[in-house]
């Protein structure tokens, strides 16, 4: 009997058979599944290397871990001011190297009743934002993942001396140049010396942030370091410290650039770490800047 | 039977023997008993009222308390040089608001083959000086001695509120102003703000040094208090707290005038307070100075 088809109509049944054939893995394919927030921090665990203390502070500080990620921010605070910025960016996974809640830990009982804290929890809570602090594990990272972002944010690179890598001999300089040029270098709006500005220097040493004053006092010690850099430290600690070796007579000085200015360099190599993690997610470093204004002269 | 002696010669005699006795109780007079240091600050604790607490960072940080003293010397700080100052001085009891050793318990373990440490020690052995701190009965007083000598320093008396030590009422005047009259009054190499520098403020807080983060919040949550002034706090603590209410557009700020500044003139007002205590000794206050350099611009 013949086909009740014409030959033409058979023959678009055919092509239109091939494209379907053809669009059927795309059609059928999975749409790459939205990582969570706890999903993308523990692919980030996983490509430290370095074993969690258990006693960490790389913890959630806010949000719900299992909300699906829409885009990842990296800085050296999440001020309330970066959060607004984290929204208007679209991403809702805050990725913050200091705390959340003013102070290491993150404890938030004192702050109860606080107005600020209040307002800032509620700000986090109804844009649906999760934060995660990247810390301890970003500095036992090798390299240090913030001494890394701040050798290149001042150009350090090549001074810095074999098999260290936050000790640079530099060409001659100043201590007080030295001061000046990080001042520009980084923005800072609080640089703090102690010591001479006239000593001539080319052996520095970097600690980030406030290591505190046993790993600072370690560093002035060494007859191979004349000038420690650092974030910020107790004026009765290492700063008081310096300023003695400093009336014995001794070559050294200490140069305090801020604890900010210090790490956020940190965080935006953090970011260029993360997107070739993350190739499905914007990652974006939004710095929290400088804390501290100008004075008017 | 007629004296042997002639009239000249008893008249003599008695003359010397009137001026003798006239002189005998001068002679015989004690002279005033040299008092030690451990008499020296028991006095001064006797005279403070206030109860120590057996766990107070206020004792005998070097030298021998035995020692007789010959002069007294308060400082913020008994750093190598106020230490040579003392000794040009003729003094030797070095009262001490900070720690003599760059840690706040004046632990010298980790401190034991510094040579930065070992040579202050051999210092203080050497000419025999004794330094003792004084810190906590010197804020436990009342009023608050650091309170009052900075008060008295930048000539906030008038504006001081009534029952209240560290809340003033200042003539208005905006943020900036105020640090900068602040740096000028306390020639401060290192004040830090945070905040609108345009911000007109009133109402003030003062607490001195670095009183923690406990209390720096609570004073900014009061509604009467627009700007805390104090000495020194961490970037990620008070600082940030600050940051946040700005950014939530609360009328706040915060201005670090520096630690050594806010408190040195405490000791110089110890100095004035000691001097009738102690009418006997010679009282010098020697200022630390400001730890800090200015930096080229």
């Known amino acids: 009997m ?54 960490s502070v790389d913890t959630f500080k806010a949000g719900d871990p299992n909300t699906p990620v829409t885009g990842i921010v990296t800085t050296f605070m999440d001020t309330y001011d970066v959060l607004r910025q984290a ?22 009982d004192f702050l ?15 844009h649906h934002l999760v934060v995660w602090r990247f810390h301890d594990q970003w500095h036992w990272r090798t390299p240090d993942g913030t001494i890394e972002g701040f050798v290149q944010a001042v150009g350090w690179q090549k001074y810095r001396r074999p098999y260290e890598q936050n000790a640079f001999t530099l060409p001659p300089t100043t201590v007080g140049r030295l001061a000046a040029d990080l001042r520009d270098k980084l923005n800072s709006h609080s640089v703090r010396l102690v010591g001479d500005p006239l000593l001539r220097v080319t052996d520095v040493a970097f600690l980030p942030g406030s290591s505190g004053e046993n790993q600072e006092i370690r560093q002035l010690e060494r007859d191979d370091v004349q000038v420690l850099v650092a974030g910020e ?29 210090s790490e956020e360099p940190g965080m935006e190599y953090c970011a260029r770490w993360l997107r070739p993690i993350f190739p499905n997610l914007q990652v974006t470093f939004i710095p929290a800047g400088d804390p501290f204004q100008n004075l008017p002269q």
Chains 1, 2 share one sequence.
């Not at 523990?42 to 969690?52: D, V």
């Not at 009765?236 to 140069?255: C, F, M, N, P, Q």
Request: one cysteine or more.
């Open 233 to 261: 430290s107790w004026e009765w600690e290492t700063v008081s410290y310096v300023r003695d070796a400093v009336a014995e007579g001794r070559h050294k000085a200490l140069i305090l650039v801020g604890h900010e200015v």
């Open 2 to 55: 013949p086909s009740m088809y014409s030959f033409s109509e058979r023959r678009c049944s055919a092509l239109l058979f091939v494209l379907l054939m053809a669009a059927a893995p795309a059609a059928f394919a999975q749409k790459p599944r939205q990582l969570t927030a706890r999903q993308v921090v523990e692919k980030i665990q996983n490509q430290i290397g370095a074993p969690l203390d258990p006693n």
């Open 112 to 126: 109860q009743s606080d107005p600020v804290y209040q307002q800032k929890l509620a700000y986090i809570h109804d």
């Open 87 to 108: 929204v208007a960016a679209g991403a809702n996974l805050i990725i913050t190297h200091e705390p959340t809640f003013y102070n290491h830990l993150d404890k938030t």
